[in-house]
Every structure is written in C-alpha cells, then in structure tokens.
C-alpha cells in the first residue's frame, strides 16, 4: 500500500513552454501533497504544500505564478511550469500525506526529470 | 531559520566497514527525526525518532535521537555494495519536512 506515482517520470521542453507534472496518490486519499526540487547533488528543498480544495503554499522564495499548484482531489495534484527556463531543469519530488496533524508520514513519488533546453 | 545539517557529506569505505552519519537540527517546532534512503529516485523510509535515548534498529541499521543535543545518528554495520546511497534526515516541525543536505555513502567491494 501507499504507493505514490508520477507521471512524466522525465520530460524535455524547450525554454519558454509549459510542463505540467501529476502526483497521484494511488491507493490511499491524500489531504496534503508537497512539491520538492532536487537540483544534483543536493537535498530535497520543499517547494509548497498543496491541500485539496485549497490554495498551495508557497515557500519563500518560489514563485506561486511560475510554479502553478492545484490540487483538485484527494488523489491528485498537479505542478505546471510555466515559462519554463533551463535555470528549472531539476529533478521534482511529490510526496502525499494520508492527514491528520502528522506530516512524518510521507509518501513519496519516483519523481519527475525535467531538462529545459 | 530551521536548518538541518548533516555530516560528512561524503564518506567512501570498504565492504564490511561500520559508518556512522551525522544529523544536527534546530528546536524549533520539533515533532520528529527521520532518516531516508535515496538511491536514484525518490527517498524511501528508513526510521522515524520521537524519543530521546531509545534506539531504532532495523537488520544492520539503527538510529538514535539526542534531543537535549539535537542530533541523531544513523549507524550501519557490516556494510554492503547495496548500502550505497545518498542517506538523508529531515526534521518534521511547522507542518512540514526540513531536509539536510544529505550524506552521500560509497561502499567499495
């Protein structure tokens, strides 16, 4: 159980298009899903924390306009980004939280490679 | 700001040796240490420390939590090629998880 999927798991864009991401919590209902980048060779940097129904928040520093969030049910959630530049080429991380109060309980997604050109 | 810091960042040993990683963190808000494995993809749950003292174990692997210190160590012994990976802890706290930067293991046969 608890299994977390991402779709794509790696995507090439040109600079300038947009790239939508989709983490789905496969067998479990998520009230909370976060959004990671990973840049090589470092740790995960949270990027926003997505509720459903809600708007996500975001973490100082990450454009909420650039990097567009929704989760629209309990089983997925979505980051599109826009304008996409090669400074964005990372490796993006989703991971679903069951709920509650407690957020140790993450499960994590295989992650998406994006490489803007 | 809540940081989390791990060390070293880097240790290459020999099949067989023991090693211990490093995690050090901020109070505030603190609720949990955990300790990842990350291999290529995503980190995948090693253990979860609430408890100052008490020892988690799991086959060669255990880990502690000093509280009164903020730190924790991951140990792991009798190594293996398969232990290679980037290790990493995060401290949950504020409704979410803070990450270190991770240690990066190499075990050489």
């Known amino acids: 159980g608890a299994v977390v999927s991402q779709h794509p798991s790696w995507v090439i864009c040109k600079s300038g298009t947009s790239v939508k991401i989709e983490c789905r919590s496969l067998?479990?209902?998520?009230?909370?899903m976060f959004w990671y980048r990973q840049f090589p060779k470092q740790s995960l940097m949270l990027m926003a924390t997505?509720?459903?129904?809600?708007?996500?928040?975001?973490e100082q520093g990450v454009e909420k306009d650039k990097f567009l969030i929704n989760h629209a049910s309990l089983t997925l959630s979505t980051l599109t980004v826009t304008s996409a530049h090669p400074e964005d080429s990372s490796f993006y991380i989703c991971?679903?939280?069951?709920?509650?109060?407690?957020?140790?309980?993450?499960?994590f997604g295989p992650g998406t490679r994006l490489t803007v050109l | 700001e809540d940081k989390v810091v791990q060390s070293p960042l880097s240790l290459v040993v020999h099949e067989g040796d023991t090693v211990t990683l490093n995690c050090s963190y901020e109070?505030?808000?603190?609720?949990?240490l955990l300790w990842y494995k990350q291999e290529k993809k995503a980190p995948t749950f090693l253990f979860m420390l609430?408890?100052?003292?008490i020892e988690k174990k799991s086959g060669r692997l255990s880990s502690i939590l000093d509280k009164k210190e903020l730190f924790s160590i991951l140990n792991i012994t009798a190594t293996q090629t398969g232990d290679s990976a980037v290790y990493l802890c995060?401290?949950?706290?504020?409704?979410?998880?803070?990450f270190g930067q991770g240690t990066r293991l190499t075990i050489n046969p």
């Open positions: 991971s679903a939280a069951p709920g509650g109060n407690s957020y140790n309980e993450q499960f």
């Open positions: 067998d479990f209902q998520a009230t909370t």
């Open positions: 997505s509720n459903e129904g809600s708007k996500a928040t975001y």
């Open positions: 109070v505030t808000n603190f609720r949990s």
């Open positions: 609430t408890s100052s003292g």
């Open positions: 995060a401290r949950e706290g504020a409704q979410k998880l803070v």
